[in-house]
């Protein structure tokens, strides 16, 4: 199986910049796709954004197009989200899953697609 280890949380202001990092362990990284999701208070867990095991492919939730962009760096073991133009509603507990041999498509936003997942990191968007 593999490990998930998310960082690069914080406090950040309305129009402001993040990026989450998140570093895998224990298995051949490239054969997994993975995921962002992220979850507020009260709220369900909500996708975010995919990549395809090469990076060749992504994915993402229209809430976050045009903002976000995910990449992955398989020398590295390490997936990332890149976050522009923050805006409160994306205050949440943002986590990394991995989907063994997945690809990028229409199961990509489903959580139960993803077996592997990380502790979370907290981003907070002040207005």
């Known amino acids: 199986q593999v490990q998930l280890v998310e960082s690069g949380g914080g406090l950040v202001q309305a129009g402001g910049s993040l990026r989450l990092s998140c570093a895998a362990s224990g298995r051949t990284f490239s054969n997994y796709a993975m995921g962002w999701f992220r979850q507020a208070p009260g709220k369900e867990r909500e996708f975010v954004a995919a990549?395809?095991?090469?990076?060749?492919?992504?994915y993402y939730a229209d809430s976050v197009k045009c903002r976000f962009t995910i990449s992955r760096d398989n020398a590295k073991n390490t997936v990332y989200l890149q976050m522009n133009s923050l805006k409160p509603e994306d205050t949440a507990v943002y986590y990394c899953?991995?989907?063994?041999?997945?690809?990028?498509?229409?199961?990509?936003?489903?959580?139960?697609?993803?077996?592997?997942w990380g502790q979370g990191t907290q981003v907070t968007v002040s207005s």
């Open positions: 990549i395809s095991r090469s990076g060749g492919g992504t």
């Open positions: 899953a991995a989907e063994l041999w997945g690809s990028v498509g229409g199961s990509s936003p489903s959580p139960h697609s993803y077996a592997y």
